[in-house]
């Protein structure tokens, strides 16, 4: 009976000891359960508070800096008349999905130490959309009067900063009938917000096609330089002789280094004491502070700087750099004429018959993008899905040296802008120029950066960039455009040329500061003149060779 007491004992410990242990290992299995959903949470917590703040890039915050605060401007023509809550509808569903623009900038820490982050945040269109009550400016003579009204208005807006607590960035919709649009549009970005191919590419990806509302904006094909050149060289070492082609293919690499070698040694010049002539188109950035800027803008036929292309065997940029630096040759001409009159300068040993100095030197920054934009297709889906899509500034300068002066022989401006061209596309200067930007923030700071990247800009004369358009007649929210014309300001620059191509024409954009160019008009006149003569010249070539 004992013994039997005893096993019935031994038998409800081991029992009970079982239920313990289990009860324990369930415990602890609940526990890790628990600490792995934990971590989990925290690990998607951090994840959702990442893709909520962003830190601004190192070109962002320079963008940010006081004597560096730039701003894009981009006039749209419309050819119908503009009705805001269809245009407020279609930006809610495309521009506000995507992250820059439906973030405001927060600034962290105290002055010495600040860092800048992009936060999400809520996005009232209404209060990004302005529409203007202009019926008093209408009268007899309407266009004349609404062009001169456009562009003082738009002037107006590069002395009216943003508001940094909503994200940055305003379309003005006009009621206005100019001499080229029934009604216009005015969009306005803080440069941070992206390089200018970026920007224009999200602007694109929220309109459609006019002949196809749901087919996007066609663009032509870019590169084909350097598909030649590479079919050039895959076609050597095809050949025969694959000594030359190596050859060919060393002297090509040593140009490289030799080139980017010069250009970089030019740019640390230009930043330390190798300034331009001080022509009366180059500014005063330093008596620059919040100064209302000059807008305005021409269409010429995209059809005849085809026609010189073709003709010439160039691209459409060496076309337009050959023409730009006859345009200004003439503008500088007739300025140093007058001035020549007023002062009775007489110097002709060292200047022309017009009082302008034989040897000038006027340099450009042009603005170079250094990675494949986004596609249009690629925006569209990103902000139709919301998905990830590369962004940001990622831009380089090269500076171009204009040879001012008359010549006997227009075609010698095209000549000559496309043996310099060609020789700085054989080489890394505007990639070293934004290595060394990103450098000198993370190492120096974003003051320190902005004042060099503004004494190198200074010593300089103007700024140059072309963009090429849609080849299709667009519709931004079934309003079909007529022209884009974008452009910049806020640099240190008295001068800035913007290109934009768009169906069968081209838009020339200037940015000017008035003290130094009070005539934008007539410095647009003598470009169309030039593109004229060389047209002349070119067709005149063509027909005697037919000859």
Not at 208 to 225: A, D, M, V
């Amino acid at each position: 009976y004992f013994k039997k007491k005893k096993l019935r004992g031994r038998r409800k410990r081991k029992r009970k000891n079982k239920q313990e242990e289990e009860e324990e290992t369930i415990k602890q299995e609940t526990m890790e359960i628990k600490t792995r959903r934990d971590h989990t949470s925290e690990t998607t917590v951090r994840k959702e508070e990442e893709e909520e703040e962003q830190p601004l890039s190192p070109t962002a915050r320079i963008f940010h800096a006081p004597e560096f605060n730039c701003y894009v401007i981009a006039v749209i023509g419309l050819k119908k008349k503009i009705e805001p809550d269809v245009i407020m509808e279609g930006l809610k569903q495309t521009l506000i999905r995507h992250p820059r623009f439906s973030s405001k900038l927060v600034s962290h820490g105290n002055k010495k130490r600040q860092t800048q982050s992009w936060v999400r945040t809520n996005v009232v269109v209404s209060d990004h959309v302005i529409v203007p009550d202009i019926k008093t400016q209408k009268s007899e003579n309407g266009n004349v009067n609404a062009d001169a009204f456009l562009e003082s208005y738009v002037s107006n807006l590069t002395t009216v900063p943003l508001d940094l607590s909503k994200p940055l960035w305003q379309l003005h919709l006009l009621d206005l009938k100019t001499s080229d649009a029934e009604n216009v549009g005015v969009l306005k970005f803080h440069h941070s917000l992206g390089d200018g191919m970026s920007l224009m590419a999200l602007v694109l990806a929220c309109m459609r096609k006019t002949s196809n509302p749901n087919e996007l904006p066609s663009q032509p094909n870019q590169n084909r330089s350097s598909r030649s050149r590479s079919s050039r060289l895959a076609s050597a070492s095809r050949g025969d002789s694959r000594f030359l082609w190596l050859v060919m293919a060393l002297w090509s690499a040593i140009m490289l280094v030799l080139n980017t070698v010069c250009d970089a040694l030019e740019f640390v010049a230009t930043t330390m004491f190798l300034k331009d002539t001080e022509t009366p188109i180059k500014g005063d950035f330093r008596s620059r502070k919040s100064k209302r800027m000059c807008l305005v803008h021409r269409t010429v036929s995209l059809e005849d700087i085809k026609l010189i292309k073709h003709t010439m065997k160039m691209t459409v940029n060496d076309v337009v750099l050959g023409v730009t630096q006859a345009g200004l040759s003439q503008y500088l001409d007739k300025r140093y004429g007058e001035k020549k009159k007023i002062v009775g300068e007489d110097q002709e040993s060292k200047s022309n018959s017009n009082g302008m100095p034989k040897i000038i030197r006027l340099r450009s920054a042009l603005l170079v993008n250094l990675r494949p934009t986004n596609g249009i297709q690629d925006l569209a889906d990103m902000m139709a899905k919301k998905s990830n899509c590369r962004w940001g500034n990622w831009i380089g300068y090269i500076v171009f040296p204009f040879s001012i002066g008359l010549r006997d022989d227009p075609l010698e401006h095209l000549r000559r802008a496309k043996t310099i061209i060609d020789r700085k596309k054989n080489s890394f200067e505007a990639a070293l120029t934004f290595i060394a930007g990103k450098f000198i923030v993370k190492s120096f700071g974003v003051e320190v950066a902005a004042k060099i990247v503004t004494r190198a800009l200074s010593n300089t004369t103007m700024s140059f960039s072309n963009l090429i358009g849609p080849i299709e007649e667009i519709s931004f929210f079934g309003h079909p455009i007529t022209y884009m014309a974008p452009s910049v300001y806020g640099h240190p620059h008295a001068l800035t040329i913007h290109f934009q191509s768009y169906m069968n024409q081209m838009t020339i954009s200037l940015t000017v500061d008035p003290t130094a160019i009070s005539d934008p008009h007539r410095l647009l006149d003598d470009w169309e003149k030039s593109l004229q003569i060389i047209k002349d010249a070119v067709q005149e070539r063509g027909s005697a060779s037919l000859d």
